[in-house]
C-alpha cells in the first residue's frame, strides 16, 4: 500500500550546523510533499511545501528538494537554531485529499 | 485568536464510555479532516469532510464515527472508547482551489486516555 517512510527518526545537531531529514513515498502518482513542524503541545503547522513540478525550493534558511525518479525528498535546515528543535513531518500527497504521513523526526539543536 | 480550535484539549475516560471531540474554524474551509496520532506512527486519517453533507471514511474509521454539523463544526464521537483508542486527536481543514493546492491546517490537538 502507500507508504511514506521518514529518517531519521531522532537527529542531533549543534546549534548553527545544518540539518537534513530525508522521506522516500511509494505511490509514483503523489504531486504535493508538504512538511511540517510540531512543536510540544502544538498541532503540526505547514514550514514549506514542494510540487511535483519543481526540484527545490528555499525559504530563508529552509530548502525542500525533490528528487521524483527517485521518489525521494528531503528538508534542509541551515544555521540551525535552539527554536528549530521539534518533531518535523514529512507527507505525500496521493489524489486530491489523501495525505500520507512520515513517522517524524525529532530534532535537537544543542546550545 | 486560533484558526482551527479543539475542546477539550484533554481528557480522561473509561472503557465503554461515550467521548466526543469536537473542533471549529474560522478559517471559512469547506474540508475538515480527523486525525490520530500515536507514536512511532506519525498522522493516520480517521475520518475526512468535504462539505456539510459529504461524509467518508478515511483508513482507520473504526469504532468512529463523525458529525459535520455546520461548515465550521466537526465531531469526532467515539461510542464506547477502548484502550487502544488513547492517542493524540488532530482536527484539520483545508481549502479546495484545485488539485494543486491544498494545504491542511491543523489544531492544537486533543489528547485521549482510555483507562
Known amino acids: 500500500g502507500e507508504n511514506v517512510e521518514q529518517h531519521p527518526s531522532t537527529l542531533s545537531v549543534q546549534e548553527g550546523d545544518s540539518a537534513v531529514i530525508k522521506c522516500t513515498y511509494s505511490d509514483s502518482a503523489s504531486n504535493y510533499f508538504p512538511w511540517y513542524k510540531q512543536e510540544l503541545g502544538k498541532g503540526p503547522q505547514l514550514i514549506i511545501d514542494i510540487r511535483s513540478n519543481v526540484g527545490e525550493k528555499k525559504d530563508q534558511r529552509i530548502a525542500v528538494t525533490l528528487n521524483k525518479t527517485a521518489k525521494h525528498f528531503s528538508l534542509h535546515i541551515t544555521e540551525t537554531q535552539p527554536e528549530d528543535s521539534a518533531v518535523y513531518f514529512c507527507a505525500a500527497r496521493a489524489g486530491t485529499y489523501k495525505y500520507i504521513f512520515g513517522t517524524g523526526t525529532r530534532l535537537k539543536v544543542l546550545a | 485568536d486560533a484558526d482551527v480550535t479543539q475542546t477539550p484539549r484533554n481528557r480522561i475516560t473509561k472503557t465503554g464510555k461515550r467521548i466526543m471531540l469536537e473542533c471549529s474554524q474560522t478559517?471559512?474551509?469547506?474540508?475538515m479532516y480527523w486525525y490520530r496520532q500515536d507514536p512511532g506512527l506519525g498522522l493516520r486519517l480517521i475520518y475526512y469532510?468535504?462539505?456539510?453533507?459529504?461524509?467518508n471514511k478515511g483508513e482507520i474509521s473504526d469504532g468512529y464515527s463523525v458529525s459535520r454539523q455546520a461548515q465550521a463544526k466537526f465531531s469526532l464521537s467515539l461510542e464506547s472508547a477502548i484502550p487502544n483508542q488513547t492517542a493524540l486527536y488532530f482536527c484539520a481543514t483545508s481549502d479546495d482551489q484545485g488539485a494543486s493546492t491544498d494545504t491542511q491546517y491543523f489544531g492544537p490537538g486533543t489528547r485521549l486516555t482510555v483507562l
Open positions: 478559517k471559512g474551509h469547506d474540508r
Open positions: 469532510s468535504f462539505d456539510v453533507k459529504d461524509i
